[in-house]
């Protein structure tokens, strides 16, 4: 038996881009001992999760693995079978991916499929999967672990479904499990107990993993060594408290500082109330829960106010009352002290110019049909009526304040990157010259170099331009770096809310608590610190809040 | 050029006979004066001459030359379905977009009359309605185009939804633009693709409702030429052993599965479906 659990020598994988053969992973090596945790980091399009898939022997669709070779204990797995490559998968090598939700059978419990893999592998009968299951439903921290799996999994929350995966990994005893972004999808608060348990789980069985995410600070947590990736290449590779107290290359030195904090707010002078919420309660048509109850937040001309909550808060569901998708059942929303209509059809043009929203996902923000030029023209000849010439020459003026090139004008959204497209939608924001930009989560869906580049942009342009930002976001690092005021969010109510000054200085108000502790540090023994103090009753979770 | 060359190449052998197969019939229908020997109803020989010989497919049954009346009924049948077909599908999509975009009681409303139309089956609706109003050409486009509205107003609609949710097309909405913008400039581009591949299928439905219509004496009436009429007006001839009905018959079943052929392809890539390794 070789001393090393995985070697990858040398390996290529092309993808089949546009008709040709490109190389995503370009001829790199990893190893992985018994019991080492290996953390792949990278943006998307480095390639980790084509690289760590390959402990499977798995190439995704459109992908081929050209030369190189992995042996897994030995045994060469490019060139198997798939009938060979069958018994290695599920077995040996177990993979959790991204989405829970999307990764279960919603029509079979939790329990019939975590006895899929062992059973089919022969390696146990069903009863003795069933005892398993529980105990590893215990391991894994999951409540009432006797009888959860006799749940679907619809019936469980988010982060629970997460460790069912991951119990359902550890089912067949493997040697490798291979962990794709398990934790991105899910809330702050969520995320430590799934960090946790599987940390935990997979230190006392003695797994090895691969764990891919993009984020440094979560890696950072889980891994003995970390494997930095960009563009397919290696950057650099070592042990995770080495690189963290001394990153070597520039890039692994970005990576680390994206959550550097901005001094200095530009001060604009005497303040002007723009946007008043006062006292506003909101439910979807047709149902009986209330989704926003008694919300009362003022935006002053020139400032940021962010509005921090998790899923399910009602922060977006603000954003709709605010521009009129969504009237609400009591209370109003006033511009500059005029009362805005509740339903958006029957605002003026004037008001509905004044207020401008950015979204989240730029890909379906945006006509896959309409070139560049015509998603932000349209807004400067619908509001301004500048036509012909006069709107072409705006449209480029505005490409250049979004530092996009002015060739850019005649694409369409498929040929441009994530930050661009972003870039494009905050520019068909501007085109209509608004007061007031509410910013839909704009920046959760881009790449943390990239999204720092989006958040300078925003606010050199409020420096110039005087604009207000209403800034949507769960993510507390970018709430640091760019609000006045905050305005925190739980529940369908406002919990918190402050100067950026109040909220985020000692003593916390305990939801407040409660988030901020729950962002992942650089630090690696934050999430083991973390997870003692909540043991010890010295640090806030989620039931702690609730009563 | 480009793009035809990259539709050739996208296209399996099945789909590649399909497509010669329609152009084949709709060179027929477009050329048809210059390509046929006689004219439609001119009475050139003696009745049911046999094939072979002076005529290449022999004479109807009152001596006119097959070959040049199933020329002429392809340019007939064929124009006439593309014009119900067209018909149709503006009717069709227009109400299905405006039904998906205003949504609520307009949405409501429209569809439960789509329903109870939908309901009556196509032939028998369709004989009822002509049997009142008469067999102009003009109204059979019309009648035939409302009967085929109808389930493309369901497949419009239900593509149109699918846009409506994007959040472009709310952008769109919170800047205070109109229906018509809405539905012609975000929605129509977007949906053209499924919708191109649908106006095919209907066409072949469109094509087999008019021969049946024509079969019945219900369609076009006679002296144009018309493949079903044809079938109709040689049928007696079987019971003297002439081949000449199942010449019309052939046509119609070989331009029938061509198209089917062709968009059958066409469905599966606007689909999305994958071909997976």
Request: proline share 5%.
């Amino acid at each position: 038996m070789s001393e090393k659990l995985l070697e990858v020598k040398d390996l290529l994988i092309e993808a089949d881009i546009d008709g040709e053969w490109k190389p995503i992973v370009n001829h790199l090596s990893m190893t992985l001992e018994r019991g080492e945790v290996l953390g792949l980091i990278g943006e998307s399009g480095a390639g980790k999760s084509t690289f760590g898939l390959t402990a499977l022997g798995y190439a995704k669709p459109g992908c081929r693995i050209v030369s190189g070779s992995i042996l897994l204990d030995g045994d060469e797995l490019v060139g198997k079978s798939d009938a060979e490559l069958r018994k290695v998968r599920g077995n040996k090598v177990a993979y959790v991916a991204q989405s829970a939700a999307a990764s279960f059978n919603p029509a079979h419990t939790l329990a019939e499929q975590f006895a899929e893999s062992p059973v089919q592998h022969g390696n146990i009968t069903m009863a003795e999967a069933q005892k398993r299951s529980v105990e590893l439903f215990r391991q894994l921290d999951l409540p009432d672990p006797e009888h959860i799996g006799e749940r679907y999994p619809h019936q469980v929350s988010g982060g629970q479904l997460q460790r069912a995966m991951t119990a359902m990994a550890l089912g067949s005893d493997p040697d490798i499990i291979v962990f794709d972004e398990p934790t991105t999808a899910l809330d702050v608060t969520t995320q430590i107990e799934v960090l946790g348990a599987i940390k935990e789980a997979v230190k006392a069985r003695n797994v090895a993993a691969i764990y891919i995410s993009h984020d440094l600070a979560v890696v950072a947590q889980m891994a003995d060594r970390i494997m930095v990736m960009r563009y397919g290449d290696l950057i650099e590779e070592g042990d995770a408290r080495e690189m963290l107290a001394n990153p070597r290359e520039p890039y692994t030195q970005e990576l680390l500082n994206v959550r550097a904090q901005r001094g200095g707010r530009y001060d604009h002078g005497k303040e002007e109330l723009q946007l008043k919420i006062e006292n506003v309660t909101a439910r979807y048509p047709g149902t009986r829960i209330d989704v926003l109850t008694n919300i009362n937040v003022e935006v002053v001309k020139g400032k940021t106010v962010a509005v921090v909550g998790e899923s399910g808060s009602g922060k977006s569901t603000l954003a709709r009352v605010i521009t009129g998708l969504l009237p609400p059942s009591q209370g109003s929303v006033k511009f500059h002290d005029r009362l805005l209509t509740p339903d958006l059809r029957s605002r003026p043009k004037e008001d509905l110019q004044r207020i401008q929203m950015i979204y989240q996902m730029a890909d379906v923000a945006m006509n896959p049909r309409h070139k560049i030029k015509d998603i932000i023209g349209r807004p400067v000849e619908f509001y301004l009526g500048m036509k012909g010439e006069q709107r072409e020459q705006r449209v480029l003026e505005l490409l250049r304040q979004i530092e996009i090139p002015e060739e850019y004008a005649e694409r369409y959204p498929a040929q441009l990157s994530g930050g661009e497209k972003q870039r494009i939608c905050i520019a068909r924001a501007l085109a209509a010259e608004p007061e007031l930009i509410i910013c839909d989560e704009v920046t959760s869906a881009l790449d943390q170099l990239v999204a720092e580049g989006i958040l300078d942009l925003l606010l050199n342009l409020q420096k110039e331009l005087h604009v207000s930002y209403l800034f949507i976001t769960h993510d507390l690092a970018t709430v640091k770096a760019i609000a006045d005021e905050i305005v925190v969010m739980y529940q369908g109510a406002v919990v918190e809310q402050g100067t950026k000054a109040e909220i985020l200085s000692p003593p916390y108000p305990p939801y407040t608590e409660l988030l901020l502790s729950s962002v992942p540090e650089m630090d690696p023994d934050w999430l083991d610190d973390l997870v003692a103090r909540r043991k010890r009753g010295e640090a806030p979770t989620a039931e702690s809040i609730s009563s | 050029m480009r793009h035809l060359i990259a539709f050739w190449e996208d296209l399996n052998i099945s789909a590649r006979i399909g497509l010669g197969i329609v152009v084949f019939f709709a060179t027929c229908a477009i050329f048809a004066p210059w390509l046929a020997p006689y004219g439609e109803s001119e009475i050139v020989g003696d009745v049911w001459e046999p094939l072979g010989g002076e005529f290449m497919f022999g004479t109807d049954q009152i001596g006119r030359d097959l070959l040049s009346r199933l020329i002429f009924g392809a340019r007939n049948t064929m124009a006439l379905a593309i014009v119900s077909t067209t018909v149709s599908f503006t009717m069709g999509a227009v109400l299905g977009f405006i039904a998906a975009t205003r949504g609520g009681m307009t949405d409501q409303v429209l569809s439960r009359v789509v329903d109870v139309v939908i309901s009556i089956p196509t032939l028998i609706a369709s004989l009822i309605v002509l049997s009142a109003v008469g067999t102009a050409t003009p109204t059979l486009v019309l009648v035939i185009g409302i009967i085929y509205a109808m389930p493309v107003y369901r497949i419009a609609r239900a593509v149109a939804m699918d846009i409506e949710v994007m959040d472009y097309v709310e952008a769109a909405r919170l800047r205070g633009e109109g229906l018509w913008w809405l539905m012609t400039r975000e929605i129509l581009p977007n949906a053209l693709t499924p919708l191109a591949a649908e106006f095919g299928l209907r066409f072949c439905f469109v094509f087999l409702l008019i021969a049946s219509l024509s079969f019945l004496g219900m369609g076009l009436q006679p002296p144009l030429a018309d493949w079903g009429a044809m079938v109709r007006g040689n049928a007696d001839g079987i019971a003297w052993g002439f081949m000449h009905p199942l010449l019309p018959a052939a046509c119609i079943a070989a331009l029938t599965i061509g198209i089917n052929l062709l968009i059958d392809r066409w469905v599966h890539k606007a689909s999305g479906l994958r071909d997976d390794q």
